[in-house]
Each structure stands twice: as structure tokens, then as C-alpha cells.
């Protein structure tokens, strides 16, 4: 049973039994798990049912009803009762895979695929910040802040200065993504570089360095979290799964907020767009609220080469094919967030439930709509006309400053063009893979079987007419010459059925 095709893992199908281990009766299934389209990138695991029950109690801090089947206690293991389970289990785990959020986490994705989430990448970060505090003995780790990003290989550090006790600050370490094609010279140059970006919408970088295959940032902590916290009333230092899989209580902001943080949003990406500066991770958990001001979090992403929060969802449109129209789409994912309290069900949306204002759903028809989807999305510059941002009036006397050597500028615009590259071609192989499905779907759909018969049907009569008509001229023509043989006529025999062999899968 195949999954949604934006999700990490596209396709995982159960076959179970039983078997008895050290006089222990367990249920075992084998998950045949595939990610992306290529049924070349697929494998299977085998987990008993108690691996599911632990992966569903890790699960309860989403705060998520999962409809795992329940234990069987009592009573006999018999096939049908193993194919009722199975067919229960493949529902939870389509379950778990269609949730953006839940797919996403690095519980889920250790229990579908172990051998390459196998790591601690807890134990890898530290290592990596303790070779950095032999060089650099002013900062002190107060405690690990753990799991508060969606990311599996980026772990955060509450941290201090050791002559400033008070001040908090939180520490970022990630390893590369697949993403990364600047040189390695090059990549540290610009991670260095990120500390000098002053601008009132970007989240300030108190400090930043880099080796051949990791990051490290430190920023000040903020007590109030991020735009994402704000929506979902949620505690900065909660784990990830806890914040945002069940919102208590959905409610949007306010239209003046929408206004101004839609607006000085819009703006700091129109400065990186113009600086040539490829961004491509906006999202709200990537907004610092600082009072009444947004700030623009983790420009080291696209350095780093990761991948994007939305990327399963952009990649099925082939015109969202630049990181400008990215960060364009992305931007409408926000503000729907923003406008009613909780991402969208699925996109391309159809129909906008009723928002503050109009002029709210006109963006968000330009940014998710079937029709955006399909043609392409607005430039930033379109956006900011538009009436919802265009009478906003920011104040704010600080001048952007991000200084970046003409060198360094060459080597992010062909980096940026080796990722849109890898983005067009991974949505080429999609919407192939799409047309291949449809066409296999609608060849094999009752209704075209029964055209076909027909069609066999009316070929196989027309044939024997023609032969019919063949065997009349020669029997005529026999005749004429005075052979005076007869043959009787024949009516030509109905076509034969074409064969069909049920085979009976094995349990």
C-alpha cells in the first residue's frame, strides 16, 4: 500500500506470521519500505508487533490518537487473525507517513529504516562543540536542548559566557546536507561571514565557524521562541513533536499582525534575493519574534546544503523550480499558517476557509492554489504590491548591512544553480513516475478492460467476415471454373476467452 508520493518514505507494505522464540509465541511483519519513486531505493525490515507498540508509546508526546491495534492478550494467532492485524498495522504506519510532521521525526525514521539512522548524532554534536571550546574557552554548555528542531542531524546547546553567567545563548551544530556544492574553502568563508549580516529582519549571529563536514552557530537565546511558538502557544525548549503535532488550541493571529510580519518577512527575502544570498528554508520556526518584529533564522542552511522543510511539497510542481519562487511558495505555507492556527490539510489547497481578509485569501491563492501551483508563483516584488502588505508601514532605523566579496557571490550563484538543477531533475523523475501511474491505473481499470474485450471482440467478428467473405470468392470462383466441388459453409468459431490464473499470494 504506497503513501503519498511527497513523503520521505513513498511506499511501506506489511506481510506478518508467526513464529515462537524461546517458547514465546510473537507476531513478526516484514515491512517492505521505498523512498522517493525508484523502487531501486527500497528494502525491508522486519519488526515484531512490541516494536510497534514502543514506537507508538515514544509517539504519545505528539499528543496524537494513533490507531494502533490493540495488544491480544488472550486468545488463539491464527491467519485470519494475523491478516486482521496486518491490515490494522499498514493503516497506522499510512498513518504516520502522511503526517508531515510525524514522518519527519527521527523516531519514525530509526524504525523504517535503521541503517542509515543509526547514529547518535547527540553524541557526534558534542564531540564536534568539544573540539570547539579547546580553542575557544569562553563559552560553557548550561544543557542540551533536545529534540526542539524537526532536523535529525542538527542538535542544539543552552549556553553561557563564562565572565557573563546570566546571558543565555543557544548553540546550533549541523553536518552536511545533500545540497552542499560550495568548495569547502569557500563553504567557511561564508559561514564565517554570517556574524557581519546586520539587518532588522535577520535573527543576528553572535558567532559562527565551520570545518570540512559541519557547522556551528551561536545567537542569543530568546525567552519568547519562534513565530511558530507564538501560533501554536507553545515552550521553546519543548521537544518539536510536542509543540506542534496537536495544537490544544487552533486559533490564527491577528490581521494587523499578519499585515506586518507578512510584510517584513516578504522584505528580508527580497534583500537576500537581491544580494544573489540563496535562502530556501523560510518556515515559522525559522522567524525569531523579537517584540513586535520577525527576524529571519538559519541562513546557514542552504550553505550547508539541507534540505528544505517543504521540499516534498514543492517538488511535485515543476514550476516551483528556483529558490526565489521556493522561498515565494514557502512564504504562502506561513501565512496560512498564520491565518488560521495550523498548516494546510494538503496542497494545492482547492478552497480557503474564511480568513480576517480578502486580500489575505489573494495571496494565498498566489502562493497555493491549484492554479499558482501550475503556472508559477509571483515574485517577492508582486507580493509586497499587493494590498495586503502594500499600506504597511515599517519603522526601523537600522541599515542592512551583508558585505559579501565579489568571489564568494560566483561560487553562491553556481552552488545555486547546482541545487535547482537537482530540484528540476527531481521533479522531472516525479511527474514521469505520475504519467506512468495514471496510465498503468486508467490501462487497468474495469472500465478499460471492458472497452478492450469489446474491441477484441468486434477485431476477432471482423476478421472472421473477412475470411468468411475470402472462403464465399474462392467457393464462387471454384464454381465458375467447373470444378463442381462443394464445400459446406462453416460460421466461424467466437473468439477464444483470453486466459486468466489467480495466484494465491502466500502468507
Known amino acids: 500500500m504506497g503513501g503519498a508520493l511527497r513523503l520521505p518514505v513513498t511506499k511501506q507494505t506489511l506481510g506478518g506470521h508467526v513464529c515462537i522464540t524461546n517458547g514465546i509465541v510473537c507476531e513478526e511483519y516484514i515491512i517492505r519500505v521505498q523512498r522517493g519513486i525508484s523502487v531501486e531505493n527500497s528494502w525491508q525490515i522486519v519488526r515484531r508487533y512490541s516494536d510497534f507498540d514502543l514506537l507508538n508509546n515514544s509517539l504519545q508526546i505528539?499528543?496524537?490518537?494513533?490507531?494502533?491495534?490493540?495488544?491480544?492478550?488472550?486468545?488463539?494467532?491464527?491467519?485470519?487473525?494475523?491478516?486482521?492485524?496486518?491490515?490494522?498495522?499498514?493503516?497506522?504506519?499510512?498513518?504516520?507517513?502522511?503526517?508531515?510532521?510525524?514522518?519527519?521525526?527521527?523516531?519514525?525514521?530509526?524504525?523504517?529504516?535503521?541503517?542509515?539512522?543509526?547514529?547518535?548524532?547527540?553524541?557526534?554534536?558534542?564531540?564536534?562543540?568539544?573540539?570547539?571550546?579547546?580553542?575557544?574557552?569562553?563559552?560553557?554548555?548550561?544543557?542540551?536542548?533536545?529534540?526542539?528542531?524537526?532536523?535529525?542531524?542538527?542538535?542544539?546547546?543552552?549556553?553561557?559566557?563564562?565572565?557573563?553567567?546570566k546571558e543565555r545563548l543557544v548553540l546550533s551544530w549541523a553536518d552536511l546536507g545533500p545540497d552542499k556544492y560550495l568548495s569547502d574553502k569557500d563553504f567557511q568563508c561564508l559561514i564565517k561571514l554570517l556574524p557581519s549580516c546586520l539587518h532588522p529582519y535577520i535573527y543576528r549571529v553572535t558567532f559562527a565557524t565551520a570545518n570540512e563536514s559541519s557547522a556551528l552557530l551561536i545567537r542569543m537565546f530568546n525567552e519568547k521562541g519562534t513565530l511558530k511558538d507564538l501560533i501554536y502557544k507553545a515552550k521553546p525548549?519543548?521537544?518539536?513533536?510536542?509543540?506542534?503535532?496537536?495544537?490544544?488550541k487552533i486559533q490564527g493571529l491577528e490581521l494587523q499582525q499578519i499585515k506586518t510580519y507578512g510584510r517584513q518577512i516578504l522584505e528580508v527575502l527580497k534583500f537576500l534575493h537581491d544580494k544573489g544570498f540563496p535562502y530556501g528554508h523560510l518556515h515559522a520556526s525559522n522567524v525569531m519574534l523579537d517584540g513586535d518584529t520577525c527576524r529571519l533564522l538559519d541562513l546557514e542552511n542552504s550553505l550547508l546544503g539541507l534540505p528544505s522543510f517543504y521540499r516534498s511539497y514543492f517538488s511535485q510542481f515543476r514550476k516551483i523550480n528556483t529558490l526565489e519562487s521556493v522561498d515565494v511558495h514557502c512564504f504562502g505555507h506561513l501565512l496560512y499558517e498564520m491565518t488560521y492556527g495550523r498548516p494546510p490539510d494538503s496542497v494545492p489547497v482547492d478552497s480557503f476557509p474564511p480568513a480576517p481578509s480578502m486580500a489575505v485569501v489573494a495571496v494565498l491563492e498566489s502562493t497555493l492554489s491549484c492554479e499558482a501551483c501550475k503556472n508559477g508563483m509571483p515574485t517577492v516584488s508582486r507580493l509586497l504590491q499587493m494590498p495586503l502588505f502594500s499600506d504597511v508601514l515599517l519603522t526601523t532605523s537600522e541599515k542592512p548591512q551583508f558585505k559579501i566579496p565579489t568571489k564568494l557571490k560566483e561560487a553562491l550563484r553556481i552552488a545555486k544553480e547546482c541545487i535547482e538543477k537537482r530540484l528540476i531533475e527531481e521533479q522531472k523523475q516525479i511527474h514521469q513516475h505520475r504519467r506512468l501511474t495514471r496510465a498503468q491505473s486508467h490501462h487497468g481499470s474495469e472500465e478499460e478492460r471492458k472497452k478492450r474485450k469489446i474491441l477484441a471482440r468486434k477485431k476477432s467478428k471482423r476478421s472472421a467476415v473477412e475470411n468468411s467473405e475470402e472462403y464465399s470468392a474462392k467457393y464462387s470462383n471454384s464454381n465458375n471454373s467447373g470444378s463442381g466441388a462443394s464445400s459446406p459453409l462453416t460460421s466461424p468459431s467466437s473468439p477464444t476467452p483470453p486466459s486468466t490464473a489467480v495466484e494465491h499470494a502466500p502468507f
Not at 494475523?82 to 498513518?95: D, S
Not at 519514525?108 to 547527540?122: E, Q
Not at 525548549?237 to 490544544?248: I, M, Q, S, T
Open 237 to 248: 525548549k519543548d521537544p518539536f513533536l510536542k509543540k506542534y503535532c496537536n495544537p490544544k
Open 62 to 165: 505528539a499528543g496524537l490518537s494513533l490507531p494502533l491495534p490493540p495488544k491480544k492478550l488472550i486468545g488463539n494467532m491464527d491467519r485470519e487473525f494475523i491478516a486482521e492485524r496486518q491490515k490494522g498495522l499498514q493503516n497506522y504506519l499510512n498513518v504516520i507517513t502522511t503526517n508531515h510532521v510525524l514522518s519527519n521525526c527521527e523516531l519514525v525514521k530509526k524504525f523504517l529504516d535503521p541503517n542509515n539512522y543509526s547514529a547518535n548524532y547527540t553524541e557526534i554534536a558534542l564531540q564536534q562543540v568539544s573540539m570547539f571550546f579547546r580553542s575557544e574557552p569562553k563559552w560553557e554548555v548550561v544543557e542540551p536542548l533536545k529534540d526542539i528542531g524537526w532536523r535529525i542531524r542538527k542538535k542544539y546547546f543552552l549556553m553561557k559566557i563564562k565572565n557573563q553567567p
